[in-house]
């Protein structure tokens, strides 16, 4: 974003040093290391949680984050750094995501339990915005087949993906109140879209503007929603935040650069300020809650680390599931049942009703 800042035309009047960018990229490649050297460490000792991380529903999309934030990070190279980037490295970056996405996208299609209506959740949006991200860097860089390709991809299973999570379907899981920071990511996947094809083309035409303005909505209509995003606290998933408004920020700035007015550079303005200190306030949050709280890393009960799977505790897992679902069924039975009351129940069959909520409840109390 800082980068975007200093090389914008639309951005002069603000005089952003290019020395921010400098050191916000090399603290950025430090920390990158320093979590991907934890992380290969966790591989090695505790290599049964990893395991069940990439088997988990949600938690298989972070799988894609490393490489986002290395595509990232060679978008951002600063100047003194380096003017240009070879071509390979594109490569490099883009082939493990694309391995990624054959077999997620396969478990979406035909993957009995894993497929798109069961496990469909805002966190599958990284599994789709490195399609973008990868077109972004490819398309910056001269490629041209490449860029369109994952383009194409990454549009074709975004639209799969919207849909399904705006139907909200009866065989999703209802994601965890704690998770909804997450709900963020409806707005990094058109952002990064609208730059991308902007890149692809050769100019910020209809096509962006149609991505740039779909994002900006969802961000509004998020925005909004102050009471769906409080009352839990405070975890890692809370910098799902991050990534989004960044992406929007910087998609506005390209926006800025082709219509340029006060309205345009005001937004500019104001959601880079809303990124700049979103990133800071949870960088600082995030250290109290390591260093002096010390509960920033819960223990996790659905990924719980241990020598040897234990066959009571899945059969335990699989019970609970299958109460859960009775315990759903019935509810929205009682939901239907209300519903129909109004409607077209007639007054001797009260009765009738009142005795099988009251059978629905005795089974709820008893599970």
């Not at 503007?209 to 998933?237: C, D, E, T």
Request: glycine fraction near 4%; proline fraction near 4%; charge should be positive.
């Amino acid at each position: 974003m800082w980068k975007t800042l200093t090389n914008s035309a639309s951005t002069n009047y603000l005089n952003v040093s290019p020395y921010i960018n400098l050191v916000l990229w090399y603290t950025s490649l430090a920390l990158f290391i320093t979590v991907s050297a934890i992380y290969a460490l966790k591989i090695i000792f505790y290599f049964e949680a990893v395991r069940r991380e990439y088997y988990h529903p949600i938690r298989v999309n972070f799988f894609f984050a490393p490489w986002i934030a290395l595509l990232f990070l060679a978008m951002g190279v600063p100047n003194s750094v380096s003017q240009t980037l070879h071509e390979s490295l594109w490569y490099i970056l883009m082939a493990p995501i694309c391995c990624l996405e054959v077999k997620i996208y396969g478990q979406w299609m035909s993957g009995g339990q894993r497929r798109l209506s069961k496990v469909a959740n805002p966190s599958n949006h990284l599994a789709v915005v490195g399609n973008f991200v990868g077109a972004l860097l490819g398309a910056s860089m001269g490629l041209k087949e490449g860029p369109i390709f994952f383009f194409a991809v990454g549009l074709a299973h975004y639209t799969v993906l919207f849909v399904t999570l705006y139907q909200r379907l009866p065989t999703n899981k209802t994601l965890p109140k704690e998770l909804h920071p997450v709900f963020f990511l409806f707005v990094a996947a058109p952002s990064v879209a609208s730059m991308a094809w902007a890149r692809i083309q050769g100019s910020f035409d209809y096509g962006s503007r149609i991505a740039y303005f779909i994002a900006l909505f969802l961000y509004f209509s998020l925005a909004v929603r102050v009471n769906f995003f409080r009352g839990f606290r405070f975890s890692l998933a809370w910098w799902a935040y991050t990534f989004p408004m960044t992406g929007a920020a910087i998609a506005t700035i390209r926006y800025s650069d082709v219509v340029t007015s006060l309205v345009t550079k005001t937004l500019t303005v104001v959601l880079c300020t809303l990124a700049t200190f979103t990133v800071a306030a949870l960088l600082v949050t995030s250290i109290i809650h390591a260093f002096v709280i010390r509960d920033l890393f819960p223990n996790d009960i659905a990924i719980a680390i241990s020598e040897r799977r234990s066959k009571t505790t899945t059969r335990k897992w699989y019970h609970m599931r299958s109460v859960s679902s009775d315990s759903t069924n019935i509810e929205q039975y009682l939901k239907y049942s209300d519903s129909d009351s109004k409607s077209d129940v007639e007054p001797s069959s009260f009765s009738d009703k009142d005795f099988s909520v009251s059978v629905a409840k005795e089974v709820l109390v008893k599970n």
